[in-house]
């Protein structure tokens, strides 16, 4: 039997912020300031590494909690597949931190070290992406969406979930050439994100009426 979405929800935006908490508690531990014998601008621009990989998986993060809740808005009912999914998905979400400590580290070391850890570093957001994909192929066929969803966004929220692994598939493939540009690429893709696409909330409630009658949550 299918149940009410709201406690998965809940319990995923609960592990996105802990996921949070945990990238920013782990900076501060590491911070520059911390290293004694140095000056403490020498420490911060050395800490470049660091700061970069925050940034680009607060990112991350941020956009798969942001497309996970505007995924989620359309789901009213959910069944024992859907939830191993999604727990699959806040499985690959948790190993954001570590992925992104260990970019940090080796990001300056070899060619060899710098490879690994953006192929690490792939796995996690690839991984999101795919149980992303698979959830909602799952929602669909399975009729766990709202029943008032327009057939047509429901198809472009499925062709922009199946374009996201290629372009990070791209961004990766830079790792070869320049690993710095490659994560400028990761950042530039959740830039990207921002910009409002089919199934992403709606800017005024006027504009509710025509994705979901009725749901303009």
């Known amino acids: 039997m299918a149940r009410d979405a709201s406690r998965v929800e809940t319990f995923s935006d609960g592990v996105f912020a802990v996921v949070l908490t945990v990238m920013a508690v782990e900076l501060l531990q590491n911070g520059p300031a911390r290293d004694p014998g140095r000056e403490l601008p020498d420490a911060l621009a050395q800490a470049w590494p660091s700061y970069l990989a925050y940034v680009i998986t607060f990112g991350i993060a941020g956009q798969i909690w942001l497309g ?11 069944d024992q597949v859907l939830l191993v999914f999604n727990l699959l998905l806040l499985l690959v979400v948790a190993a954001i931190p570590f992925t992104a400590d260990l ?106 009426g025509g994705e979901v009658s009725g749901r303009g949550r």
């Open 103 to 208: 970019l940090s580290d080796n990001l300056r070391g070899s060619a060899t070290e710098q490879r690994l850890t953006a192929a690490l570093y792939l796995g996690t957001v690839l991984g999101e992406s795919l149980f992303f994909n698979l959830s909602w192929w799952w929602a669909r066929r399975h009729r766990l969406l709202h029943p008032d969803l327009d057939p047509r966004l429901a198809r472009a929220v499925a062709r922009r979930l199946r374009l996201r692994p290629l372009l990070y598939l791209i961004a990766f493939a830079f790792v070869f050439v320049d690993p710095i540009l490659s994560l400028f690429l990761y950042l530039l893709l959740v830039g990207l994100s921002l910009i409002r696409r089919p199934g992403d909330l709606p800017r005024f409630a006027a504009e509710t």
């Open 68 to 78: 996970h809740h505007n995924m989620w808005r359309y789901v009213v009912r959910v």
